[in-house]
C-alpha cells in the first residue's frame, strides 16, 4: 500500500490559485478527480493526520501513488475542466451517477430527412431531441397515439420506410390517419418537418397556443360550411386536452424547472428529479448512488449538477434548479448553468408555496427509493450469503454467523436507561426474538458525580441476557441441554446463543462485553463493535479497527444489524419517558385510589401545593384519614410525626421479566426528601427528565 507522504508535494510547490488535480494509482491510472478555489489548501488536507480522514477518503491516498494538477483562471473554468475529466476518466473514487434502470424518453430524430418519433434509451444522440424521461415506456406510447391523429408523424423503423417507398403502399398507420405518409409522397418533406415542429412546440409546453389556433381553425371551416373538418379539429382538440391531463399541472406560472431531492445514508445517497415544464411533470428520473467520500448534501447538489447537466444540450438546462441545500459555491455553478443554457439559471431551495410543496414530495420518493434499493439488496440471498461470508472473512471466523446479536443503550442524560437485543438469522431480522432491557441502575447517573456510564449499561444487559442463556441451557441435573422447555416444546426465550455478537460502539463497548464473556466463562462467542463515527468495526484486544469496504455488503449488513438496535432501543426508550411524564407520584401510594387522589388534586389545585401541606391539612379533604394523610405526607416528601424524614418502600409483589422490564428491587429505600416519580407499571422510582438527549 502507498505511503502519501512519499508523494506529498512540497507545499512551497502547490499554488493557491483555482485549479483542478488528479490522483493517480501506481499504475498512472486517476483514481480520483477534484476541483479547489486554492489548490493548496485542498490538496495540504488530504496529507493530513490519517486518523482524522475520511476512510474512504483514506482510502484513496493509500491507492493513489502520485497527484498532479492544472491551474486554470476562474472557478467556472475549474468546474468545467473537473466535469471533462471524470467523463473521460471515469475515476473510481469519485461519486458517478448512474441509473439504478434506464429511463425511457420521447425522442424526434431531427437529423433526418423525415424526423421520426420514437422511444429511447441509453446514451443521448446529436440531432435527437428528447422529451421525458418517462417512468415507464407504455406511457410514451399511450401519448403517442393520442397525439398521431393530430400530429401525424412517421414512427415507423427505416427498413419499414423504406419498404413502403418501393411498394408504392403505406402501413396501416398512413390508412387509418394516424400518419401523413410521406414514404409514399402525400406529404412533401418541408411538410412533414413542420408538422414534426408542431409537435415538439406542443410538446416543449406550447399547448395553450396549439389548442388556439386549432379552435380558431374549427371556428373558420364551420362559418365556411365545411363541418366535416370542423368535426376533426374539434376530435383533435380533445385528443390533446386528453393528453394534457395526464401531464399534471403543478405550478400555474408555466414554471420551467427540474426539482431535485436527495435521501441518503453514510453509504448511499438515492436522488429524485422532477422535471417540470410549462408548469407541468413532464418526467421523472432516479439514481442509486455510492457514497465515496463524507459529502453533505450541498457537495451532493453540486455533483449531482456538474454530471447531469454537463453532458446535456443548452434546452436540456431549465430555468430553475430547485434543491434542498445550495453549495458553498452555489454562484460558481450557477454562471456555469447558465453558460450551457445561454439564459440565466436559478439555482436555489425553496422555502414555501407549490414550489415548497413539489420538492417534498420528490423527498418522499427519493426516501422510497432508497429504501427499497437497501430491501432488494436485503432480500437476496446471494448478496445476504456474500455479506455473511465477508463478515467472516473480515473477523476472522470459521464460519459465516448465520446468529447474530446486536446490542444498543439509549437513555436520556442518564434517565430511563434501557437496552435493546435484536436477532438476525440468515441476514435477516428474526423479530420474534427481539428483547428488550430496563436497566437497574448500573449505567445511570447521580447528578454532578459523573456522565452517562453505557459501558456499565452494556456489561449488565449482556449479563444478565447470558445469565439466562446458561441456566436455561442446562437442565434440572445440572449438564447443559438443548434449551427446550419440557412442556410446550419450543425453544426457551434465551437459550440460543450467537454465533456473532455485536455492540454499537467502539473499544469500550467492546472491552466491556469481552469482560462479561470471560468472567462468565463463555469463549465460543465472536464479538465486534461497529462505532458510528466512521462505521469502523472494533475487535477485543485490538488496538486499531478494522475498516471494511465502503462498498461491502458486509459492513451494510452489521450497518443494518446496528439500526435496528438503535430503532428498537429508542422506541423502547420513549415509551417509557412517556409513561413517566404521564404518572403521577400519587398513583403508587398504598390505600389511595382513583378517586381519593382526584379529591386530594381537586382540593389543593396542584400536587406542589399538596406537598407543602401538613398532615392537618391532608386531612381536611373529605374521605381522607390519619394514616392515609400521613401515608401521602410521607411518599411526596413531607416530614413524618416525629420530625425524622419517613423512608418511602417500594412493595412489589413480583419482579419483571428478565427481557422485558426491571424496576426496583422489593424493599429498596429512598429518602423521603428526595423528588420520587414513580412507574405506573413497574413501581420504578425515576428521576425528573433532564431534556432529550441520547449517548
Same mark, same amino acid.
Given at each position: 500500500?502507498?505511503d ?8 512551497? +510547490? @502547490? ?43 483514506? *482510502? ?18 475549474a ?33 433526418? !430527412?423525415?424526423?421520426?418519433l $420514437?422511444? $429511447? ?8 431531441? /428528447? ?13 403517442l397515439? %393520442? ?6 408523424a ?21 390508412? @387509418? ?36 389556433? %386549432?379552435?380558431?381553425? $374549427? ?15 374539434? !376530435? ?18 408555466? +414554471?420551467?424547472? !427540474? ?6 445514508d ?8 422532477f422535471h417540470?415544464?410549462g ?44 434543491? #434542498? *441545500?445550495? #453549495? ?8 456555469w448553468l ?20 413539489l420538492?417534498e414530495?420528490? *423527498? ?17 440471498? +446471494?448478496v ?30 442518564? +434517565? ?19 428483547r ?11 447528578e ?32 447443559v ?31 466491556? &462485553? ?5 468472567? $462468565? ?17 472494533w475487535?477485543?484486544?485490538?488496538? /486499531?479497527?478494522?475498516?471494511? #469496504? ?8 452489521? *450497518? ?11 422506541? /423502547?426508550?420513549r ?71 419517613? #423512608?418511602?418502600t ?28 414513580f412507574?405506573? &407499571? ?14
Amino acid at each position: 500500500m502507498p505511503d502519501p507522504s512519499t508523494y506529498r508535494p512540497a507545499t512551497g +510547490t @502547490i499554488p493557491e490559485s483555482p485549479g483542478v488535480y488528479r490522483f493517480r494509482d501506481q499504475t498512472g491510472r486517476v483514481v480520483y478527480v477534484g476541483k479547489a478555489k486554492s489548490l493548496r489548501q485542498r490538496l495540504n488536507s488530504y496529507f493530513a493526520d490519517p486518523a482524522g480522514l475520511h476512510p474512504r477518503t483514506y *482510502q484513496m491516498v493509500t491507492t493513489a501513488a502520485s497527484v498532479d494538477w492544472v491551474v486554470v483562471g476562474t472557478e467556472v473554468e475549474a468546474l468545467q475542466l473537473e466535469y471533462s475529466w471524470i467523463k473521460e476518466y471515469d475515476p473510481r473514487f469519485n461519486v458517478r451517477y448512474r441509473d439504478d434502470k434506464s429511463y425511457p424518453s420521447l425522442a424526434v430524430t431531427l437529423y433526418e !430527412d423525415y424526423p421520426r418519433l $420514437m422511444v $429511447m434509451r441509453g446514451a443521448k444522440r446529436k440531432g435527437v431531441r /428528447y422529451f421525458g424521461p418517462y417512468a415507464h415506456a407504455w406511457a410514451i406510447r399511450e401519448t403517442l397515439d %393520442l397525439l398521431l391523429r393530430v400530429f401525424p408523424a412517421r414512427t415507423c423503423s427505416a427498413g419499414v420506410f423504406k419498404r413502403s417507398n418501393q411498394i408504392g403502399r403505406p402501413c396501416l398507420l398512413g390508412y @387509418i390517419g394516424k400518419c401523413s405518409a410521406p414514404c409514399v409522397g402525400r406529404v412533401s418533406a418541408e411538410e412533414h418537418r413542420a408538422i414534426v415542429e408542431d409537435f415538439c412546440d406542443f410538446m416543449a409546453g406550447k399547448t395553450d397556443q396549439m389548442i388556439r389556433r %386549432l379552435e380558431k381553425e $374549427m371556428r373558420a371551416a364551420s362559418d365556411d360550411l365545411d363541418f366535416e373538418r370542423a368535426a376533426r379539429l374539434r !376530435d383533435d382538440i380533445g385528443a390533446l386536452r386528453r393528453a394534457m391531463e395526464k401531464q399534471a399541472v403543478v405550478f400555474g406560472d408555466g +414554471t420551467d424547472a !427540474d426539482v431535485v431531492a436527495f435521501a441518503e445514508d453514510p453509504l448511499e445517497a438515492a436522488v429524485q428529479v422532477f422535471h417540470v415544464r410549462g408548469g407541468r411533470v413532464r418526467g421523472q428520473r432516479g439514481w442509486v448512488t455510492e457514497k465515496v467520500s463524507d459529502v453533505d448534501t450541498g457537495e451532493l447538489v453540486e455533483q449531482f449538477c456538474t454530471q447531469i447537466y454537463g453532458g446535456e444540450s443548452g434546452e436540456a438546462v431549465p430555468r430553475e434548479v430547485l434543491v #434542498p *441545500q445550495l #453549495p458553498d459555491d452555489v454562484s460558481v455553478l450557477s454562471s456555469w448553468l447558465t453558460e450551457l443554457r445561454g439564459a440565466r439559471v436559478d439555482l436555489r431551495v425553496p422555502q414555501r408555496g407549490d414550489k415548497r410543496t413539489l420538492l417534498e414530495t420528490v *423527498q418522499k420518493n427519493a426516501a422510497q427509493a432508497l429504501m427499497q434499493h437497501k430491501l432488494r439488496r436485503a432480500g437476496d440471498l +446471494t448478496v445476504r450469503s456474500k455479506a455473511l461470508s465477508e463478515i467472516a472473512d473480515a473477523l476472522g471466523l470459521d464460519d459465516a454467523p448465520l446468529r447474530i446479536e446486536c446490542y444498543d443503550i439509549s437513555h436520556v442524560q442518564g +434517565t430511563d436507561v434501557v437496552g435493546s437485543m435484536v436477532v438476525f438469522e440468515d441476514g435477516v431480522p428474526r423479530k420474534s426474538e427481539y428483547r428488550r432491557f430496563a436497566v437497574r441502575g448500573e449505567g445511570t447517573v447521580v447528578e454532578g458525580e459523573r456522565g452517562p456510564d453505557d459501558t456499565a449499561a452494556m456489561a449488565e444487559v449482556l449479563r444478565r441476557r447470558f445469565t439466562r442463556y446458561l441456566s436455561e441451557r442446562r437442565t434440572e441435573d445440572g449438564p447443559v441441554g438443548e434449551g427446550i422447555d419440557p412442556e410446550t416444546g419450543k425453544p426457551k426465550k434465551f437459550a440460543y446463543a450467537p454465533n456473532l455478537l455485536v455492540v454499537d460502539g467502539g473499544a469500550p463497548q467492546v472491552s466491556a &462485553a469481552a469482560n462479561v464473556l470471560t468472567d $462468565m466463562g463463555i469463549t465460543d462467542i465472536a464479538l465486534c463493535g461497529l462505532a458510528k463515527r466512521l462505521e469502523e468495526v472494533w475487535l477485543p484486544g485490538e488496538d /486499531y479497527p478494522v475498516i471494511l #469496504p465502503r462498498s461491502s455488503e458486509g459492513l451494510y449488513l452489521l *450497518q443494518r444489524v446496528r439500526d435496528e438496535a438503535h430503532r428498537f432501543a429508542i422506541t /423502547y426508550h420513549r415509551q417509557k419517558r412517556s409513561k413517566r411524564m404521564t404518572a403521577s407520584a400519587l398513583d403508587s401510594i398504598p390505600g389511595l385510589g382513583e378517586t381519593r387522589r382526584k379529591a386530594l388534586l381537586k382540593h389543593f389545585g396542584s400536587l406542589k401545593k399538596l406537598r407543602q401541606a401538613s398532615v392537618e391539612d391532608i386531612t381536611d379533604v373529605p374521605g381522607i384519614g390519619l394514616h392515609t394523610a400521613q401515608a401521602v405526607h410521607s411518599a411526596l416528601g413531607g416530614v413524618a410525626a416525629n420530625g425524622v424524614s419517613a #423512608p418511602a418502600t417500594v412493595d412489589q409483589s413480583s419482579t419483571p421479566d428478565e427481557g422485558e422490564s426491571a424496576g426496583v428491587e422489593p424493599g429498596d429505600e429512598f429518602s423521603a426528601g428526595d423528588a420520587v416519580a414513580f412507574d405506573a &407499571a413497574t413501581g420504578e422510582v425515576l428521576e425528573p427528565d433532564a431534556g432529550e438527549g441520547r449517548q
